[in-house]
Protein backbone atom coordinates (compact mmCIF):
# COMPACT_ATOMS: atom_id res chain seq x y z
CA UNK A 1 0.00 0.00 0.00
CA UNK A 2 2.74 2.39 0.77
CA UNK A 3 4.27 1.55 -2.75
CA UNK A 4 1.22 2.45 -4.13
CA UNK A 5 0.27 5.52 -2.52
CA UNK A 6 4.15 6.90 -2.79
CA UNK A 7 3.68 6.39 -6.71
CA UNK A 8 0.98 9.23 -5.84
CA UNK A 9 3.00 11.78 -4.77
CA UNK A 10 4.85 13.95 -6.34
CA UNK A 11 7.59 16.06 -4.69
CA UNK A 12 8.68 18.04 -7.57
CA UNK A 13 5.63 19.56 -7.68
CA UNK A 14 5.88 20.21 -3.90
CA UNK A 15 9.48 21.73 -4.67
CA UNK A 16 8.20 23.78 -7.45
CA UNK A 17 5.41 25.25 -4.70
CA UNK A 18 7.94 26.38 -2.80
CA UNK A 19 10.64 27.75 -5.25
CA UNK A 20 7.55 29.99 -6.46
CA UNK A 21 6.62 31.26 -3.27
CA UNK A 22 7.02 30.12 0.56
CA UNK A 23 3.51 30.49 1.55
CA UNK A 24 2.89 28.49 -1.90
CA UNK A 25 5.18 26.01 -0.48
CA UNK A 26 4.17 25.69 3.20
CA UNK A 27 0.61 25.70 2.45
CA UNK A 28 0.87 22.76 -0.42
CA UNK A 29 3.07 20.51 2.39
CA UNK A 30 0.39 21.52 4.84
CA UNK A 31 -2.33 20.09 2.79
CA UNK A 32 -0.27 17.20 2.35
CA UNK A 33 0.20 16.76 6.06
CA UNK A 34 -3.55 17.99 6.81
CA UNK A 35 -4.46 15.01 4.12
CA UNK A 36 -2.37 12.15 5.52
CA UNK A 37 -3.85 13.34 9.29
CA UNK A 38 -7.47 13.40 8.37
CA UNK A 39 -7.16 10.56 6.55
CA UNK A 40 -9.85 8.56 5.26
CA UNK A 41 -11.82 12.54 5.69
CA UNK A 42 -9.26 13.78 3.11
CA UNK A 43 -11.86 16.76 2.36
CA UNK A 44 -10.49 18.01 6.07
CA UNK A 45 -6.82 18.15 5.01
CA UNK A 46 -7.72 19.92 1.60
CA UNK A 47 -9.37 22.54 3.80
CA UNK A 48 -7.29 22.63 6.45
CA UNK A 49 -4.49 23.84 2.94
CA UNK A 50 -7.71 26.04 1.51
CA UNK A 51 -8.10 28.04 5.14
CA UNK A 52 -3.97 28.08 5.12
CA UNK A 53 -3.98 29.83 1.72
CA UNK A 54 -6.98 32.15 2.64
CA UNK A 55 -5.21 33.41 5.70
CA UNK A 56 -1.56 34.32 4.11
CA UNK A 57 -3.34 35.37 0.91
CA UNK A 58 -5.21 38.35 2.86
CA UNK A 59 -1.99 39.33 5.18
CA UNK A 60 0.39 39.68 1.87
CA UNK A 61 -1.91 41.97 1.30
CA UNK A 62 -2.00 43.76 4.37
CA UNK A 63 1.43 44.59 4.25
CA UNK A 64 1.93 45.40 0.25
CA UNK A 65 4.95 47.07 -1.30
CA UNK A 66 5.25 50.42 -0.79
CA UNK A 67 8.51 52.30 -2.49
CA UNK A 68 10.13 55.32 -1.96
CA UNK A 69 11.30 57.09 -5.46
CA UNK A 70 14.39 58.47 -6.79
CA UNK A 71 14.97 60.08 -10.07
CA UNK A 72 17.99 57.86 -12.09
CA UNK A 73 20.11 59.59 -14.73
CA UNK A 74 17.08 58.61 -17.29
CA UNK A 75 14.42 60.80 -15.26
CA UNK A 76 12.56 58.16 -14.84
CA UNK A 77 10.97 57.55 -10.82
CA UNK A 78 12.36 53.95 -9.74
CA UNK A 79 13.05 52.37 -6.58
CA UNK A 80 15.49 54.83 -4.40
CA UNK A 81 16.85 52.54 -1.79
CA UNK A 82 17.38 49.74 -4.64
CA UNK A 83 19.42 52.24 -6.78
CA UNK A 84 20.89 54.17 -4.34
CA UNK A 85 18.95 57.14 -5.02
CA UNK A 86 18.25 60.27 -3.58
CA UNK A 87 15.09 61.52 -2.81
CA UNK A 88 13.55 64.00 -5.42
CA UNK A 89 13.60 67.04 -3.40
CA UNK A 90 13.61 68.06 0.15
CA UNK A 91 10.22 69.64 -0.40
CA UNK A 92 9.21 66.74 -2.81
CA UNK A 93 8.53 62.80 -2.14
CA UNK A 94 7.25 60.45 -4.32
CA UNK A 95 6.09 56.72 -3.25
CA UNK A 96 4.85 54.02 -4.95
CA UNK A 97 2.28 51.60 -3.85
CA UNK A 98 1.67 48.09 -5.54
CA UNK A 99 -1.55 46.82 -4.44
CA UNK A 100 -5.32 46.89 -4.30
CA UNK A 101 -5.78 50.51 -1.55
CA UNK A 102 -8.71 48.28 0.62
CA UNK A 103 -9.55 47.82 4.70
CA UNK A 104 -6.47 45.55 5.33
CA UNK A 105 -3.78 47.75 4.27
CA UNK A 106 -5.38 51.44 4.39
CA UNK A 107 -3.59 51.38 7.91
CA UNK A 108 0.20 50.26 6.45
CA UNK A 109 -0.46 52.95 3.61
CA UNK A 110 -1.70 55.69 6.13
CA UNK A 111 1.32 55.01 8.29
CA UNK A 112 3.87 55.00 5.01
CA UNK A 113 2.78 58.49 4.55
CA UNK A 114 2.39 59.95 7.66
CA UNK A 115 6.31 58.29 8.35
CA UNK A 116 7.35 60.58 5.46
CA UNK A 117 6.07 63.51 6.64
CA UNK A 118 7.51 63.52 9.91
CA UNK A 119 11.02 62.60 8.60
CA UNK A 120 10.94 65.43 6.02
CA UNK A 121 10.32 68.31 7.94
CA UNK A 122 10.63 70.82 4.59
CA UNK A 123 7.87 68.87 2.60
CA UNK A 124 5.13 70.60 0.53
CA UNK A 125 4.32 67.55 -1.90
CA UNK A 126 3.72 63.89 -1.25
CA UNK A 127 3.55 62.27 -4.92
CA UNK A 128 1.59 59.00 -4.54
CA UNK A 129 2.23 57.33 -7.77
CA UNK A 130 -0.86 54.97 -7.93
CA UNK A 131 0.05 52.76 -11.45
CA UNK A 132 0.00 49.24 -8.81
CA UNK A 133 -3.97 50.93 -7.25
CA UNK A 134 -6.05 48.78 -9.09
CA UNK A 135 -9.21 49.26 -6.54
CA UNK A 136 -9.84 51.23 -3.61
CA UNK A 137 -12.66 50.77 -1.34
CA UNK A 138 -14.86 53.10 1.25
CA UNK A 139 -12.17 52.48 4.57
CA UNK A 140 -9.38 53.77 2.19
CA UNK A 141 -11.40 56.86 1.17
CA UNK A 142 -11.87 57.58 4.44
CA UNK A 143 -8.08 57.44 5.67
CA UNK A 144 -7.22 59.50 2.75
CA UNK A 145 -9.48 62.01 3.79
CA UNK A 146 -7.97 62.10 7.52
CA UNK A 147 -4.23 62.06 5.56
CA UNK A 148 -5.06 64.96 3.57
CA UNK A 149 -6.49 66.73 6.37
CA UNK A 150 -3.75 66.11 8.16
CA UNK A 151 -1.29 66.95 5.86
CA UNK A 152 -3.25 70.17 4.86
CA UNK A 153 -3.06 71.41 8.37
CA UNK A 154 1.41 71.28 8.07
CA UNK A 155 0.96 72.49 4.31
CA UNK A 156 1.84 69.77 2.87
CA UNK A 157 0.13 68.70 -0.52
CA UNK A 158 -1.26 64.71 -1.46
CA UNK A 159 -1.06 64.30 -5.17
CA UNK A 160 -1.95 60.94 -6.93
CA UNK A 161 -0.52 59.92 -10.12
CA UNK A 162 -0.78 57.32 -12.85
CA UNK A 163 -3.95 56.68 -11.21
CA UNK A 164 -6.15 54.27 -13.24
CA UNK A 165 -9.92 55.24 -14.08
CA UNK A 166 -11.45 52.46 -12.06
CA UNK A 167 -9.61 54.71 -8.97
CA UNK A 168 -9.78 57.82 -10.16
CA UNK A 169 -14.01 57.46 -10.52
CA UNK A 170 -14.35 56.40 -6.66
CA UNK A 171 -12.22 59.58 -5.83
CA UNK A 172 -14.22 61.54 -8.01
CA UNK A 173 -17.26 60.29 -6.68
CA UNK A 174 -16.55 60.55 -2.86
CA UNK A 175 -15.62 64.33 -3.17
CA UNK A 176 -12.35 63.45 -2.40
CA UNK A 177 -10.48 64.95 -5.18
CA UNK A 178 -10.88 68.66 -4.66
Same mark, same amino acid.
Not at 33 to 43: E, H, K, Y
Not at 46 to 75: C, E, H, K, Q, W
Not at 134 to 159: K, P
Given at each position: ? =? /????????????????????????????? !???????????????????? !??????????? /????????????????????? +???????????? +????? /????????????????? +???????????????????????????? +?? =??????????????????? =????????? /???
Amino acid at each position: I =V /LAVANLIDFSSLRRAWQAGRDDGIAAALT !FVATLAFAPNIQNGILTGII !FSLGAFIYRRM /LPRIVLLGRNVDGVLVDAAHN +RLPVLHEKIAAL +RFDAT /LFFANASFFEDAILKIE +RENPKLKCIVVVASGINQIDASAVEMLR +RV =VRRLHECGITLALSSTKRQ =VLDVVKRTG /LAT
